[in-house]
């Protein structure tokens, strides 16, 4: 897998300030019918403490979204997809497909945040494509994704900030689930992924290692 530029994607959101109310989380989409992913889940992120299973319309989901009570990266909150993982989606980069849940690592000061409406927003989006999401995928940008951030768009990335085997899970069929890291990134660089190409900014990232999980953050290009 290289970093050869690829057509930008640009899905495309409107960031809602809330979702449906708070529900147990083994409702909806049940997180029960894949044991194994919740356990991986909650053995990085902490417990499931809640989830939500409709949209901020009322509208059921084909998976959840959980938010998860303690995390090993201090000051953060985690949240994450749980079922998305149930429908294969075709890769533009090889022949397989490729089943995956999204995760995102907010200040704890988000937890009551927008971030349950954009991975819905994210995630149902990814079905309606009927394409996954690679590594170096840009969602947006579309203005910013939180109050007062200059974050605007969504970075699809290895989850590097926990330890290696987060990054994928065998479920109970043996296939194997990546876990992709939506990591919030500016307009500028965004447009940098674009035209460079995802390694070039990765190694850039490398370069300057600003805190992927500070919405606050300045961008690394003006």
Known sequence: MNGAREPFRVLGWSVRDATAEEEPAMTGSDPASVPRLVEHFERHLGAIEVGWSKSADGVELPFQVVRFKGSIIPGCTAFATVGLSQQPLPSRRSDRD????FVMLVPDRLREGPVPGLLQQVASQVLASESALLRGDVVGPRGPLFAMSRMEALYAAVPVYLPDDFASCEIEDGTDVAIVWLVP????????????????FEERLVEVDPDLTDVDRDPLFQ
Request: glycine share 10%.
């Open 98 to 101: 490729i089943r995956h849940e």
């Open 185 to 200: 990134i500016s307009r500028s660089e965004a447009e940098y992924v674009n035209g460079r190409g995802w390694d070039a």
